[in-house]
T-cell receptor, first 113, second 113 residues
């Protein structure tokens, strides 16, 4: 069936370094991809999104890259800070399926001071 | 602007008991969703609604019922709670047009003993 999964369940980085979180998806019909951040005890929060007609999108300290050839999505966080410590989820959506998002399992990012 | 509000935040049930989780949104969103989150499983869609008076099954609907009598509210019911329903439940709402941009509530932690 359709699935979105992450390569690494945990990632530990030094404060100030760049972080890269990866995600593989299986539905080639997906049109829209989103990254969410979830801090302990809170609901997921939107970080950045990208449509399938793009291969890169930048936000504040974050960049999402989409490689449709290999069905791969990544989130890059520049100059990682302790406040970036959280679980990060990728999610995919197909416009012809309405608003339903399919989430990956999540990657826990730990930032060492 | 409260966004998405879930009540209660915590609940302990005995096996066989019933309860209703309430989700309320003040963003005039058409779409609403209920997800459950278990360790290592990511977010799994239970039920969703694309408008007042309509509901549909998601990925893991068994043991749950929902109602959307008012546009701003989406109720999740457990008729006879089971230990397997111990989880954190998240409600989300979104626009009916892409990009859907989910807004999540802060979650309800349910323990069934």
């Amino acid at each position: 069936g359709e699935s979105v999964g992450l390569h690494l369940p945990t990632l530990s980085v030094q404060e100030g370094d760049n972080s890269i979180i990866n995600c593989a998806y299986s539905n080639s019909a997906s049109d829209y991809f989103i990254w969410y951040k979830q801090e302990s005890g809170k609901g997921p929060q939107f970080i950045i999104d990208i449509r399938s007609n793009m291969d890169k999108r930048q936000g504040q300290r974050v960049t999402v890259l989409l490689n449709k050839t290999v069905k791969h999505l990544s989130l890059q966080i520049a100059a990682t800070q302790p406040g970036d410590s959280a679980v990060y989820f990728c999610a995919e959506n197909s416009y012809n399926q309405g608003g339903k998002l399919i989430f990956g399992q999540g990657t826990e990012l730990s930032v060492k001071p | 602007n409260a966004g998405v509000t879930q009540t209660p935040k915590f609940r302990v049930l005995k096996t066989g008991q019933s309860m209703t989780l309430l989700c309320a949104q003040d963003m005039n969103h058409e779409y609403m969703y209920w997800y459950r989150q278990d360790p290592g499983m990511g977010l799994r869609l239970i039920h969703y609604s694309v408008g007042e008076g309509t509901t549909a099954k998601g990925e893991v609907p068994d043991g749950y019922n929902v109602s959307r009598l008012k546009k701003q509210n989406f109720l999740l019911g457990l008729e006879s709670a089971a230990p397997s329903q111990t989880s954190v439940y998240f409600c989300a709402s979104s626009s009916h047009q892409p990009p859907y941009g989910y807004t999540f509530g802060s979650g309800t932690r349910l323990t069934v003993v």
